[in-house]
């Protein structure tokens, strides 16, 4: 019989997810601190809710995932953008912060990781220096470890929840990109120090995702098939970026396109020699029904971001319709009028 332990979720999947990161993550908590969400952005809806203060702000990578940063505006807070670049968030622009300005800051949402979009791994240094201001701030940072399941060079990146003494960092995780997007189950580990907070302001909160979905997730964790899973999806995806990136270099962009942060995640970057502006380019392909997302949709200030780059999400990708795409972006690269 399963257990359903007031809110946050069955007992035994939360059960299942702290065996879970303990073995693959390297966290180490109970299951009362693991709160079973519909999807991520329930997730942050939810921290939003509880981390609340005057005025507050949230801090943020520049370029980041635009759709989670409406909700933190939804809920109330003011976004203050810090540069990211290849090596993620630059924590240098955390010492220019004036103590109000910090002092106004509720926490930092950041993809330590794999940055979205442009893909790098925050090292420890800056790592430290976050942790660092989050403690002196007395703000809390909230890690989306959105795909690290999926790396597929070099060791496993170490969580910042991991290597947090100071209880500051709120982690959030999903299953949809590992199981399938059609299962909104995400979820979020507290630190000790939010668990009373948790009770007193949402201890009324109870998951909404159905019982009969983390009960038949609870058994398929604990019975050793999610791992098994994780292994054939990995090996999968590692196939499907190949072969997408063997049918670029291989076709009519083969020297016009330069591809790079391949090595982890579910999507990479692809710059094109071209003078067309992104604008003008992301155009003319939806004209000849290719649908491009470019780097610079996702930065606060669209002329900050390197012209000409594409996040190409190669999970979702086509394959058979892939050459007959890469034609058509070969043509628009040859136009060079703007009009």
């Known amino acids: 019989a399963f257990r359903y332990c007031g809110p946050g979720g069955i007992w035994e999947l939360r059960e299942a997810i702290t065996a879970y990161l303990f073995r693959m993550r390297g966290i180490r908590v109970p299951p009362e601190r693991v709160m079973i969400t519909s999807g991520s952005t329930q997730g942050l809806r939810i921290v939003a809710r509880l981390l609340r203060r005057n005025s507050s702000a949230v801090l943020v990578?520049?370029?980041?995932?635009?759709?989670?940063?409406?909700?933190?505006?939804?809920?109330?807070?003011?976004?203050?953008?810090?540069?990211?670049?290849?090596?993620?968030?630059?924590?240098?622009?955390?010492?220019?912060?004036?103590?109000?300005?910090?002092g106004r800051v509720a926490f930092a949402y950041v993809t330590p990781s794999h940055q979205y979009p442009l893909g790098g791994i925050l090292p420890v240094q800056r790592r430290q220096a976050l942790i660092g201001f989050a403690r002196d701030a007395g703000c809390h940072i909230v890690e989306d470890d959105y795909d690290s399941e999926f790396r597929f060079v070099g060791r496993p990146i170490p969580t910042l929840f991991s290597v947090d003494e100071a209880g500051r960092v709120i982690y959030l995780n999903t299953f949809s990109k590992t199981i399938a997007p059609s299962i909104r189950i995400s979820y979020m580990v507290l630190p000790h120090r939010l668990l009373a907070a948790f009770r007193e302001k949402l201890g009324f909160y109870a998951s909404t995702v159905s019982g009969f979905e983390q009960y038949t997730l609870a058994r398929f964790m604990a019975e050793g098939y999610y791992e098994k899973h994780l292994n054939r999806m990995r090996k999968r995806y590692h196939q499907k970026r190949d072969a997408v990136i063997a049918c670029i270099r291989g076709g009519p962009l083969a020297e016009r396109a330069r591809i790079t942060e391949e090595d982890a995640g579910l999507h990479f970057l692809m710059t094109l020699d071209t003078t067309l502006p992104d604008g003008v380019l992301r155009r003319r392909a939806a004209q000849r029904g290719v649908r491009l997302a470019m780097l610079s949709e996702y930065y606060n200030d669209p002329d900050d971001a390197p012209p000409h780059v594409l996040v190409v999400n190669y999970s979702g990708i086509d394959i058979e319709k892939l050459p007959r795409a890469l034609a058509r972006l070969a043509e628009i690269g040859e136009e060079q009028d703007y009009a």
């Open 61 to 102: 990578e520049d370029p980041a995932h635009r759709g989670l940063l409406e909700v933190v505006v939804r809920a109330g807070y003011t976004v203050e953008g810090l540069r990211a670049d290849e090596r993620g968030l630059d924590t240098s622009a955390l010492r220019t912060l004036s103590r109000e300005r910090a």
